[in-house]
């Protein structure tokens, strides 16, 4: 006689299906549905490669005299984009100015966060005269003119390129502290800061563990964008003279070739491309960044 076979209960249901909410993953759709920011993405990904990559795959010196000078793009397959006015060849001196302008914009993109979160995080937490105090020093740095500031602190100094992201980023972190200052003064009074304050934590990991981490999706945003305002400033300073001499940036060699730019186009239109593409694309990734951390404006 065939026993029955048993049958599961609703009680006998196991409870622990479904599926749980992460808010950097849903994050992340939000972001792969922006199609403007994917491509950013791809883009910004493609640079990288190529200034990463390309100097293991196209050995040539960017300093090195290797044809005539003024060869024009495609006119010789030794040097596919041309050489500038000393004979040099402009692939490689892009290949290797692409890690230049990536180093210097991600290395000033990070100082200007680190001053700015740690002036605005203090200035937002404590409140009264150390708001004070600090926001008068933010107003004063921000109305100095950026570009003319980070000029005179690259000539008091010499024209390396750490002194040229310490001075972009000296001069671009009033609007990260501003930001940060904005996002501690609405998550301080919160409820689960004042239980943490309640169990005696201290006011250091109150701002780093608790405060901090839940800021950071607008911080990024603006990191992402900084890193774009960053790669202009640096190529802005080498194009009057005012980069490192020893290495090669987009801006650099904009800066050598805008005397012959009527002459020969490609000089400044190459490295200009770059230097555009580039900035494009971590606009995008930062506005698709924007859009997925901000629930607003996941549904535009």
Do not use: C
């Not at 003024?70 to 006015?85: A, D, K, M, Q, R």
């Not at 692939?91 to 700015?116: E, P, Q």
């Not at 040229?164 to 990260?176: C, D, F, K, L, R």
């Not at 020893?246 to 200009?272: H, K």
């Amino acid at each position: 006689m065939s026993q029955p076979e048993p049958t599961l209960l609703i009680d006998e249901v196991p409870t622990d299906v479904t599926p749980t909410y992460s808010p950097m993953r849903e994050a992340w759709r939000m972001f792969l549905r922006n199609k403007a920011a994917v491509l950013g993405l791809i883009l910004f990904t493609i640079v990288l490669l190529f200034s990463l990559l390309g100097p293991f795959l196209y050995k040539v010196d960017p300093f090195k005299i290797v044809w005539q000078p003024f060869t024009p793009p495609g006119e010789s397959p030794t040097v596919p984009l041309g050489t500038n006015h000393l004979g040099r060849d402009m692939l490689a001196g892009l290949i290797d100015g692409g890690d230049t302008t990536l180093l210097v914009g991600a290395m000033a993109a990070a100082i200007t966060v680190i001053i700015g979160i740690l002036v605005g995080a203090l200035a937002g937490y404590y409140g009264g005269w150390v708001d004070e105090v600090l926001m008068r020093v933010t107003e004063f740095f921000q109305v100095l003119p950026p570009l003319l500031f980070a000029m005179v602190i690259v000539a008091l100094f010499s024209p390396k390129l750490l002194t040229i992201a310490i001075a972009i980023g000296v001069v671009s972190w009033p609007q990260t502290a501003r930001l940060t200052r904005g996002e501690f003064l609405k998550i301080k009074n919160l409820e689960y800061v004042s239980a943490a304050r309640a169990i005696g934590t201290s006011d250091a990991s109150i701002i780093r563990d608790v405060i901090l981490p839940n800021a950071l999706p607008p911080l990024i945003v603006s990191a992402t964008l900084i890193i774009g305002v960053s790669i202009l400033f640096e190529a802005g300073l080498s194009f009057l003279g005012l980069g490192d001499p020893n290495v090669v940036s987009w801006g650099s060699m904009i800066g050598e070739g805008r005397s012959n730019m009527l002459d020969a186009w490609w000089l400044v239109t190459i490295p200009g491309i770059a230097i555009f593409l580039t900035v494009l694309s971590i606009s995008l990734i930062g506005d698709g960044l924007n859009d997925a951390f901000n629930p607003k404006l996941r549904d535009r």
